[in-house]
């Protein structure tokens, strides 16, 4: 009894030690396994589109053409359309911060006077300090992205390749899912695989819409506040519609930051617009856009993204959501065979 007791215990320990190496390895190569997922998930939103062409009677290598060349030539139209605008106006700000920063100047110092009548310790020297060292820093990694452009430049053909091959091969994310999956398994997989693409293809679908939409009205509300730069805060805001919940409040920093340095007033004109805008959204217009992809728990996703963010960076942050999502389908059919 002893004896088997001993083997049970070894095999446990086996298995912990097996789990720990291989948890250790994928955190060391996690930027690869980040670039995977993201194929895979870029796969698995665009095959609906494309199985719809094939419904036309197209072959699916002519649907995956089709498919990927509007994607690929849409964005490097919006690129070359923005790209040029937006580095514009941010060398515009950059031009205008020794204007901005004599009025920053005043208008901290007034702050320090107002709270130094309550005993408040306000130093805005140190606020300037810190201000320059953000600014530092966010050059500095520029510099540094700019130096690792080559590698990222690989990783992006790696990418788009392994999205095209998961495309072109028929049923290619259900093979790479049972890839994954021991054969007893295997009609399961297919089951939680086919259920996960339909989830992250209507997800993307109305992000992309959603965040289209917030692009406009940010866009729309801040020429008409006369918020300098609004193009390429808009641009910004529309990016941070990926972060739920706190995306929005991200992105109301920048308009309002620089609606101060401009005036208090069109400062608090900014504030207020948000305010109004991210009501409208969170309760008008994104409801009717997602209507379709499953609400999951905030608390899960703000979570997910805070340890995608941790492990990935950018793109660890933008795949975070649709891998809660897929992890959702697995947790729901888990609950499912449970109940049953």
Not at 52 to 80: E, M, N, P
Not at 83 to 108: N, T
Request: no cysteine; glycine share 8%; aromatic share 12%.
């Amino acid at each position: 009894m002893s004896d088997e007791r001993v083997a049970i215990g070894t095999n446990i320990a086996l298995r912990l030690v097996f789990l720990a190496v291989g948890i250790y390895f994928f955190y060391l190569v996690r930027g690869v396994v980040f670039l995977v997922l993201f194929a895979v998930l870029t796969a698995a939103a665009l095959s609906p589109a494309i199985i719809r062409l094939q419904k036309w009677h197209l072959s699916r290598t002519a649907a995956v053409i089709i498919v990927y060349a509007i994607l690929l030539l849409g964005g490097v139209a919006l690129l070359a359309v923005f790209l040029p605008l937006f580095f514009s106006e941010i060398k515009e700000f950059l031009q205008s911060w020794p204007e901005y920063a004599k009025r920053l100047d005043a208008f901290l110092l007034s702050i320090q006077t107002y709270l130094g009548t309550f005993g408040i310790d306000f130093q805005k020297e140190q606020f300037f300090y810190d201000i320059e060292g953000n600014i530092t820093g966010g050059l500095s990694n520029i510099l540094s992205a700019t130096v690792s452009l080559f590698q990222s430049f690989i990783h992006l053909i790696g990418f788009f390749f392994l999205a095209l091959y998961l495309s072109l091969e028929e049923k290619g994310i259900e093979k790479f899912f049972l890839l994954l999956t021991p054969k007893e398994y295997h009609t399961q997989a297919l089951s939680i695989a086919s259920r996960m693409q339909g989830k992250v293809s209507q997800w993307l679908f109305g992000q992309a819409l959603l965040m289209l939409i917030a692009f406009a009205i940010y866009y729309i509300g801040l020429t008409l506040l006369g918020v300098p730069y609004a193009l390429a805060i808009a641009f910004f805001g529309g990016l941070m519609e990926i972060l739920p919940y706190i995306g929005p409040v991200i992105a109301a920093i920048p308009a309002i930051l620089v609606g101060v340095l401009v005036s208090p007033v069109l400062g608090i004109s900014a504030l207020i617009f948000y305010i109004i805008a991210h009501q409208a959204e969170a309760h008008i217009v994104a409801p009717q856009v997602m209507k379709h992809s499953a609400g999951l728990n905030p608390v899960a996703l703000i979570i997910a993204i805070l340890i995608g963010l941790e492990l990935g960076g950018a793109l660890g942050i933008i795949i975070a959501v649709p891998i809660t999502m897929m992890l959702s389908v697995f947790v729901d059919d888990i609950l499912e065979k449970r109940q049953v």
